[in-house]
């Protein structure tokens, strides 16, 4: 079955910076596209990021654009995200997701970021 085991978040000041990885397992990862998606406290999820199957093509939200990077290591089955400049804002549990931003589907645990001073 799939398998999306996230890791990397953590407690972060203002500024700083995280990268995010999902070990993905149960599917053939280079098959298909992948999301980042986030869901903050009381609020519903929200789509972050979307990567090709080759990691050739990457969207972003406007609210993360130019300061999150997503990529992907098919090799390991493995995606990422990059967190540059963090805001409190960015607080929330961060999935990956099977699937581009308008077909993802199916998240792991999740993996905790909280933007702090």
């Known amino acids: 079955q799939v398998q999306l085991v996230e890791s990397g978040g953590g407690l972060v000041q203002p500024g700083g910076s995280l990268r995010l990885s999902c070990a993905a397992s149960g599917f053939t990862f280079s098959s298909y596209a992948m999301s980042w998606v986030r869901q903050a406290p009381g609020k519903g999820r929200e789509w972050v990021s979307d990567?090709?199957?080759?990691?050739?093509?990457?969207h972003y939200a406007d609210f993360v654009k130019g300061r999150f990077t997503i990529s992907r290591d098919n090799a390991k089955n493995t995606l990422y995200l990059q967190m540059n400049s963090l805001r409190p804002e960015d607080t929330a549990v961060y999935y990956c997701?099977?699937?581009?931003?308008?077909?993802?589907?199916?998240w792991g645990q999740g993996t905790q970021v909280t933007v702090s001073s």
């Open positions: 990567i090709n199957t080759g990691g050739s093509r990457k």
């Open positions: 997701a099977k699937g581009g931003r308008y077909e993802y589907a199916g």
